[in-house]
């Protein structure tokens, strides 16, 4: 009788636990279907428009078939250099002030800001660099496209390169340290050099984010459908390129509009991959 | 053969103190020592003299603050947020906590081991051994950091287990070699004092041994100090020892220092008698 409650109890906790499994399974792959329909879906629709026309001429004028989104890859390359060139540094220092050297009020205000830097929404900082940037000094132009950019990846870069940082282990801060090192040195020569990939990888992490930033740039680079190096007028980018060509009515445009979302999706996946490998063959020559 | 022996089985016989290389110098005076974590008091009222050419051990129960005291004597301490220490250590003469003085300089001076090796990681075994060096000091030949690489690895003993993995990185080392990658590292750049908080912890009762061979070597050209929890250890390797015990309130004491022979021979405090016998701690 005892027995038999026994394992009535037991084949119950077997049931639920499967049950459990499953559920947990399920919505688990309900994930990566929703990944799985993104990316083939923008195979399906791009891939047909990918010509080398799609990647060396310009757009055509309203209405004809044909050109490309040239402009556009040299607008968000360049972009993404200087606002990389003005966020790195401000990102990384703030991390390694953070980390490294901060306590007391000061340090804690730093922390809030970023903290609520990172939560401020994309637009609202386009309307800001537009408001300083845009209407008094620079204009529509890469410049004020850059600094937008910027402003989105320096909480990105700092709290991913402190998180990096909190993990190096203080025996190795000490070691260094009681060896009569200035603590700037062991910032510099001992605890950046051995969390390098991880600093690399919060970098590009911020980079790939910026990448795909369309909003901010519409109120400051504007975009521009001919040939731009210049930073100092309006650029092109290329989500601001999928957006002009998904919002028109050709059915053309709406087939490139697809085929730039797999080429930004590529350059993202492309630098994302590089990072990886680089790290890896990193840390295997320090093994 | 009985593996369990007695303290008096593992002293060894009383030997003069090594001659030192620069006679009297290279001696830390202790006086008035407390140190502090924010408002947490650690230790207090510490007086030590610790001689050169002698291997003084650090000794007492968990909590003691034995390696408070330790990270006290090269300005280690400080490095913890919120940490400080009040009183006077001198080395040959000057207070190392004058307001003026250096902690960087002093480091330089005083070497320190940690209870866990901590080889850095994007290092090899040759770069950890220069680190100091290339960290601190002006850059010299290729030629003179082989000649020290090679001199600091022979003298922890381990120059012929690793002579052929110099390019490998420190951390690939076993445990106790790591360890004794340490030491090389914190002798390279001649320090006159060496500290060891735990060394040996870590380790494995082989590589304790091999680091405790390596410390009596080393006893000449440095002044060493070592804290370990472990008693065989201090009654092996130790000429002086100084026993620490905390009081009520948590606050670390020096109990007694002198001999090893006499502290675990003849204690002259009861505390100190209970610890070593096994009663206390």
Redesign the interface.
């Known amino acids: 009788m005892h027995e038999q409650a026994e394992t009535r109890r037991f084949a119950r906790r077997r049931a639920s636990n499967l049950m459990s499994l499953l559920f947990v399974v399920l919505l688990a792959s309900l994930s990566v279907a929703i990944l799985l329909v993104i990316v083939g879906h923008i195979f399906a629709n791009g891939l047909s428009s990918l010509t080398l026309d799609f990647f060396t001429k310009i757009p055509k004028p309203y209405g004809e078939d044909g050109g490309g989104i040239a402009q556009a890859i040299v607008g968000t390359i360049e972009m993404l250099l200087l606002a990389g060139l003005m966020a790195i540094p401000v990102g990384v220092a703030t991390a390694i002030y953070l980390v490294e050297f901060g ?1 007391g009020r000061f340090a804690k205000t730093v922390g809030f800001a970023i903290e609520l830097l990172a939560e401020l929404p994309s637009i609202v900082v386009g309307v800001f660099v537009w408001a300083l940037l845009v209407r008094n000094v620079t204009g529509y132009s890469g410049i004020a496209g850059s600094t937008a950019l910027a402003i989105i990846m320096i909480p990105i870069i700092a709290r991913s390169v402190e998180e990096i940082l909190k993990l190096v ?1 203080n ?12 603590r700037w ?1 062991v910032v510099l ?2 605890v950046v ?2 969390v390098l990939p991880g600093i690399l990888t919060g970098i590009m992490l911020s980079l790939a984010r910026a990448a795909g930033e369309t909003a901010p740039l519409l109120l400051t680079s504007l975009g521009n459908n001919f040939f731009n190096f210049n930073l100092q007028k309006p650029m092109a980018a290329m989500p601001l390129q999928i957006y002009n060509y998904a919002v028109s009515p050709y059915d053309d445009w709406h087939r490139k509009a697809w085929a730039s979302t797999l080429v930004l999706i590529a350059i993202v996946a492309i630098m994302s991959g590089a990072v990886k490998f680089l790290t890896r063959r990193w840390k295997h020559e ?2 | 053969m009985n593996p369990i022996r007695s303290f008096a089985d593992l002293i060894p016989d009383a030997v003069p103190a090594a001659e030192s290389r620069q006679g009297a110098e290279r001696s830390i005076a202790i006086r008035g020592l407390a140190a502090y974590y924010g408002k947490h008091k650690a230790i207090e009222g510490i007086d030590l003299d610790i001689g050169p050419g002698v291997i003084t051990a650090i000794i007492g129960p968990s909590g003691c603050g034995k390696s408070t005291l330790i990270r006290c004597i090269n300005r280690m301490h400080e490095v913890i947020a919120g940490a400080y220490a009040t009183g006077s250590v001198t080395l040959d003469g000057t207070d190392i906590y004058t307001p003026g003085s250096d902690p960087v300089q002093i480091r330089r001076r005083i070497g320190m081991v940690f209870q866990k090796p901590n080889p850095f990681p994007t290092r090899t075994v040759y770069e950890n051994v220069i680190a100091g060096l290339r960290l601190n000091l002006p850059r010299k030949s290729k030629a003179d950091y082989d000649e020290v690489v090679e001199r600091s690895l022979r003298s922890v003993a381990l120059w012929d287990e690793v002579k052929d993995k110099l390019h490998d990185a420190g951390t690939a080392l076993s445990g106790g070699q790591q360890q004794r990658l340490c030491i090389a590292r914190a002798i390279a750049i001649k320090p006159e004092v060496l500290l060891l908080d735990e060394p040996c912890s870590a380790l494995d009762p082989t590589a304790t041994l091999k680091i405790e061979d390596l410390l009596f070597s080393l006893k000449i050209d440095y002044t060493i100090v070592i804290v370990t929890h472990n008693m065989q250890q201090a009654a092996r390797a130790s000429d002086r020892t100084a026993f620490l015990m905390a009081d009520e309130n948590h606050v670390g004491h020096l109990v007694e220092a002198g001999p090893t022979r006499e502290i675990f021979l003849k204690p002259k405090d009861s505390r100190t008698e209970d610890y070593i016998s096994g009663r206390l701690g």
Do not use: Y
């Open positions: 306590s282990p025996g190795l801060r000490e070691a260094a340290l009681a060896l009569g090192t200035p040195k020569f001992v050099p051995t320090s093994n």
